[in-house]
Every structure is written in C-alpha cells, then in structure tokens.
C-alpha cells in the first residue's frame, strides 16, 4: 500500500504542479533575458517538434506508449522497486498528453538562446528527462554491484 501511495503522490504531484506552471503561461506570462526567454509556445510535435506531421494521431500513439510501458513496468515490479521515479514519470506524460487534448498541442515555456538554440521545453520534459536518468543510473549501479559480488 505504502508504495502505491508514494507512486500515486509523485504522479499527481507532477500533474499538478506541471499543469500549474503551464496554467501561467497560458494566461500571457512572459519574462525575457539575454539568454533565456520564457514565453510559451505550443509544440505540436514531441522532442524537437519531431513527428508533429501526425497532427492528431500523435495523442493516441502516445496513449499506446505510455500504456505499453506502464504495462511493462507492473508485469516486471518496477513500481515497485521505483515508485517515486516512476510515479514522477507518469505524471509528466500524462502533464504532456493532457496538453494536447485539451491545448491541441503541448505547452512549452522554456526557450534558450545564448550561443545556440535549444528546443523549447517544461517542467514534465525535464522530470521525464530527470526520471529516465535516475532510472538508467539505478540500473547501471545496480549491474556494478551484481557485476562486484
């Protein structure tokens, strides 16, 4: 029970503080400095604006793979080896797919400029990106130790 508390929590969590900061984009703020602007845009591809010519499709291609990997990740006991990681996880997805049903796109805010252009991103892309890296980082620990003893 205590683990799917600690999963449900991180999920909504990052839900709702992501949707939250999308919330003031959407009203009109903006802030803007030599190297960094936060503006929003409505990125209606995935990383990089890549496979935004499925234009609709995208949403349901997306429901497939998160289901497919939540699938994956309870017949394997990844949650519960990793509840607050993957918790954290499946609410930045869901942060990002709830855009694109609601918004047509998803919400992105954070764009840097300084020396070169960077993709315009948010909060859930940097919890998936920070999450995927803790998950990679306990596996490869994990494999040293097993490799040692």
């Not at 990052?14 to 919330?23: F, L, R």
């Not at 010519?53 to 994956?72: E, R, V």
């Not at 990681?85 to 609601?102: E, H, K, S, Y």
């Amino acid at each position: 029970m205590r683990i799917w508390t600690i999963f449900l929590l991180a999920a909504l969590g990052t839900w709702w503080i992501d949707q939250g900061i999308k919330e003031l984009f959407l009203g009109g703020y903006q802030w803007q400095s030599r190297c960094l602007s936060l503006e929003l845009h409505l990125n209606r591809g995935v990383a990089f604006s890549l496979f935004a010519f499925l234009g609709p499709w995208l949403k349901w291609l997306q429901i497939l793979l998160i289901g497919g990997l939540f699938a994956f990740f309870l017949r394997d006991g990844w949650i519960h080896r990793h509840p607050f990681a993957l918790g954290i996880l499946l609410g930045a997805a869901l942060g990002n797919l709830w855009d694109r049903f609601v918004h047509g796109a998803v919400v992105d805010y954070v764009y840097w400029h300084c020396g070169f252009d960077f993709a315009v991103f948010n909060y859930a892309d940097v919890m998936i990106d920070l999450s995927v890296a803790w998950l990679l980082l306990h596996a490869w620990w994990s494999h040293r130790q097993h490799k040692e003893a």
